[in-house]
Nanobody, 123 residues
Framework: QVQLVESGGGLVQAGGSLRLSCAASGRTFGSYAMGWFRQAPGKERDFVAA????????VYADSVKGRFAISRDNAKNTVYLQMNSLKPEDTAVYYC????????????????WGQGTQVTVSS
């Protein structure tokens, strides 16, 4: 088990940037693949990005490719989501998630979730 706490959300104008952080507890953080998902009001939770335990493999949703970047610092037990060129449609609650072993874009394959952080992009 790993506990996850997101931070860094807020209100930003379209075209702006935010960096989300997800701090994990536990000494085996480096063994977990990490993912970011988001849920807009009235919509299902969608995959955003994922990163392997080593950081060597990343996967992105088409909607964020070229604008978002996922990274991790295993020494700090933290995964990041750098979000650039933000659009109003990026408005959502952003969740980080962890799963043992390989990356996945499938929500049901992640057993560990944070509480979420709100990102609001104004037009």
């Amino acid at each position: 088990q790993v506990q996850l706490v997101e931070s860094g959300g807020g209100l930003v104008q379209a075209g702006g940037s935010l960096r989300l952080s997800c701090a994990a507890s536990g000494r085996t953080f480096g063994s977990y693949a990490m993912g970011w998902f988001r849920q807009a009001p009235g919509k299902e939770r969608d995959f955003v990005a994922a990163i392997s335990w080593s950081g060597g493999n990343t996967v992105y949703a088409d909607s964020v490719k070229g604008r978002f970047a996922i990274s991790r610092d295993n020494a700090k037990n933290t995964v990041y989501l750098q979000m650039n060129s933000l659009k109003p449609e990026d408005t959502a609650v952003y969740y980080c998630a962890a799963r043992y072993t390989s990356t996945s874009s499938l929500e049901y394959e992640y057993p560990n979730w944070g509480q979420g952080t709100q990102v609001t992009v104004s037009s």
